[in-house]
């Protein structure tokens, strides 16, 4: 089984609206961390957004915002506002506990906005 | 803070020739870096993981003898792509750990900007 899964291959949304990326985890540690990486066409994975297992509140940097549902087992990636540059691949990713600090990636969610 | 350098950004080579890549973490120290390797339109594959003073580990199915790394230095870890073939053109990634002082367990890793490489 997927230990992450993204759902949508792919995205288009208009320039200024909100968009919402899917994640789901499976996992069956109590103490995990989930990532949100942006990936633009030059290639560099930009580090987004952090949530930890335990973490109480939902993660916010800046624009974007980490919708946790830890029954759900979901933690999706919410930008406000989009911009042209927003356009990217976006991957989640998992840090369960005794993982060397190795991640567990999803397959990734082309996002394409619209002027 | 936490940038991540990776040189060179392209590389071109023959058949047969070595290639090394090198990832330095610019603002911080960085005990530990992993390698990638990605393909298109696919998601990161973890090729190994670089430990200061260790020797790496590696994930199954990479070849530690034609994937060579070395990580001597807090910041410095390098991938040297041994005996290249058509087959090796990829897109390599490192990463660094970097802690979060105060948070723990959030240790982030940062990546480079990649290193694109070309095997003819």
């Known amino acids: 089984a997927q230990k992450i899964t993204q759902t949508q291959p792919g995205m288009f949304v208009q320039e200024k609206e909100a968009v919402t990326l899917d994640c789901t985890y499976d996992?069956?540690?109590?103490?995990?961390?989930l990532f949100w990486y942006k990936q633009p066409s030059s290639g560099e994975m930009i580090f987004l957004i952090y949530?930890?297992?335990?973490d109480e509140q939902n993660a916010t940097e800046g624009r974007y915002s980490l919708n946790f549902q830890k029954a759900r087992k979901s933690a999706n990636l919410v930008i406000s506002a989009s911009q042209l540059g927003d356009s990217a691949m976006y991957f989640c990713?998992?840090?369960?506990?005794?993982?060397?600090?190795?991640?567990?990636w999803g397959a990734g969610t082309k996002l394409i906005i619209k002027p | 803070g936490a940038v991540v350098s990776q040189h060179p950004s392209w590389v071109i080579c023959k058949s047969g020739t070595s290639v090394k890549i090198e990832c330095r973490s610019l603002?911080?120290?960085?005990?530990?870096m992993f390698w990638y390797r990605q393909f298109p339109k696919q998601s990161l594959m973890l090729m190994a993981t670089?430990?200061?003073?260790?020797?790496?580990?590696?994930e199954q199915g990479v070849e530690k003898d034609k994937f060579l790394i070395n990580h001597a230095s807090l910041t410095l870890s390098t991938l040297t792509v041994t005996s290249a073939h058509p087959e090796d053109s990829s897109f390599y990634i490192c990463?660094?750990?970097?802690?979060?002082?105060?948070?723990?367990?959030?240790?982030?890793?940062?990546f480079g900007p990649g290193t694109r490489l070309l095997v003819l």
């Open positions: 990463s660094a750990l970097q802690g979060v002082s105060g948070r723990a367990r959030q240790e982030t890793q940062y």
């Open positions: 603002d911080f120290q960085a005990t530990t």
């Open positions: 670089s430990n200061e003073g260790s020797k790496a580990t590696y």
């Open positions: 996992t069956s540690d109590q103490s995990y961390g």
């Open positions: 949530q930890g297992s335990y």
């Open positions: 990713a998992m840090r369960e506990l005794d993982s060397n600090y190795q991640l567990i």
